[in-house]
């Protein structure tokens, strides 16, 4: 069982460099969330998307962009890269509201911004 | 809105001993509450859920937590440590209507022998 697919697993970018960090889910599941994870603050939610067709933002959503492209994938762009977002990013996806069901997650990007 | 407090970022305890990490949340509407378990260079996965089902819930590797209303806590503890729970682990809160998942900033347990 794959799961939450997240590429790539490692990158370094450069200050003003963008990039796509890519998630996919093979559980038919409506939620899907963007996560990075910083030292000592947990997780903090970039953006979610409800279902198919919607994005909401999260509690950090400044600096990056979602698209969910259908119902299995929701990619996270940096448009021009800071140093203040290296971090490691985490896909997750869920049933959806109403269900309350856990988080799956992905196993993570880990992004350096130089 | 809503949003959980971990007291202590790091916990040390010696092997079988008790285990207790804190979560209390803050929430507008009842809360449901997760813990979840973060080894080293891997993705979180799912302890335990509360869900209002019932106040003490069991979940994996021997752990439960105690959902207490009056305190606003949802307590973790395992009688008994292992050196394999070793790991950092999180407290959760989502709603029922948006399904949104807010996480504490985690608490890191060593173990000793």
């Known amino acids: 069982n794959a799961g939450v697919t997240q590429t790539p697993k490692f990158q370094v970018l450069k200050t003003g460099q963008s990039m796509t960090l890519q998630c996919a889910q093979d559980?038919?599941?409506?939620?899907m969330y963007w996560y990075r994870q910083d030292p000592g603050m947990g997780l903090r939610l970039i953006y979610y998307?409800?279902?198919?067709?919607?994005?909401d933002k999260g509690e950090v959503p400044n600096g990056y962009n979602v698209s969910r492209l259908n119902k299995r994938e929701f990619s996270l762009r940096l448009e021009s890269a800071a140093p203040s977002q290296t971090s490691v990013y985490f896909c997750?996806?869920?049933?959806?509201?109403?269900?309350?069901?856990?988080?799956?997650f992905g196993s993570g990007t880990q992004l350096s911004v130089l | 809105a809503q949003s959980v407090t971990q007291l202590g970022s790091h916990v040390s305890v010696s092997e079988g001993a008790l285990v207790l990490l804190r979560c209390n949340y803050s929430s507008s509407v009842p809360p449901y509450l997760f813990w979840y378990v973060q080894y080293p260079n891997q993705g979180l996965q799912l302890l335990l859920k509360?869900?209002?089902?019932?106040?003490l819930v069991k979940g994996i590797n021997g752990f439960e937590a105690e959902f207490k209303k009056s305190e606003t806590s949802f307590h973790l503890t395992k009688p008994s440590a292992h050196m394999s729970d070793a790991a950092e682990y999180f407290c959760a809160v989502s709603d029922y209507h948006f399904n949104k998942f807010y996480f504490g900033s985690g608490t890191k347990l060593n173990v000793k022998p």
């Open positions: 998307s409800a279902s198919e067709g919607t994005t």
């Open positions: 509360y869900t209002s089902a019932a106040t």
């Open positions: 559980m038919n599941h409506n939620s």
């Open positions: 997750a996806s869920s049933e959806g509201a109403g269900s309350n069901e856990k988080l799956f």
